[in-house]
Every structure is written in C-alpha cells, then in structure tokens.
C-alpha cells in the first residue's frame, strides 16, 4: 500500500467533516498504513492547503503507477530478449544451410553477404573519416 494513496484518502475524509462535496474512491485500510504517513491530525486544516495535498498526492500517485508500467515493460522485454538469448538457433541455421545448397543458390546467397559486409564496412570508414576530417 503506498502512501500516497493513505494521504489521498486521509485528505479527503478531513475535507469531508469540514463540509466538502468530495467522493471516496479508494478503500485504504488505516492499520495497514505504511510508516511515516501523516495522521489525520498532522494534516492541515485551511481547505485550500488539503486541496493541494491531495492534488500532490495523487500526482505522486500517478507517476508511481507509471514507473510501474515502464518497470513492468522493460521486463517483459527482457524476458523476451532472455528466452531469444537461450535459444538454440544452430539446428535452424544448419537446415537453411542445406535447404540452400539444395537448391544451389548458397554460394550465391554467401557472396552477396560477404558484398553487403565490405559495403557497410566500406561505408562506416567513410563516414568515421568524413566526421573526424582525416582521410586515409
């Protein structure tokens, strides 16, 4: 349970009793309120100032969700780029191999690997030479 969402409901319920037309969306349990929380009566009386308390809070609450998310994200990604990485691509690759000497078109698929290679190659000496203004 975070904290923000205590202060949230603790705000809220305080503009309530001071004649607020304000609605609780949130259940929080008070026992289960994390350490540090302000208490009901740590909170600021003016209305204007608990208006602002709960605006911060649920800001605060917003960007914590959205942490979450990218947290969430980022390892769903990993978990994808783990199960690519543990893979075992070789008896894939060794088919392919075959599948294309079969069909006679592997020396003409690794000669064309080996031009798009010196051609990128060609082309990153080029460009390294061309941004440090050194020639060779």
Known sequence: ??????????????????GQDIELDDEVDDDQAPSGTPTMEELPDDIAALEKVVREAEDRKKLLKEQEEEELDKRARWKKENARRRHDFVPFLLSVIKHLARKGELVKSVTAAQETIARRQHERKKAKTGATGVST
């Open 1 to 18: 349970m975070s904290v923000s969402r205590v202060v949230i409901q603790r705000a809220k319920i305080k503009l309530i009793s001071s």
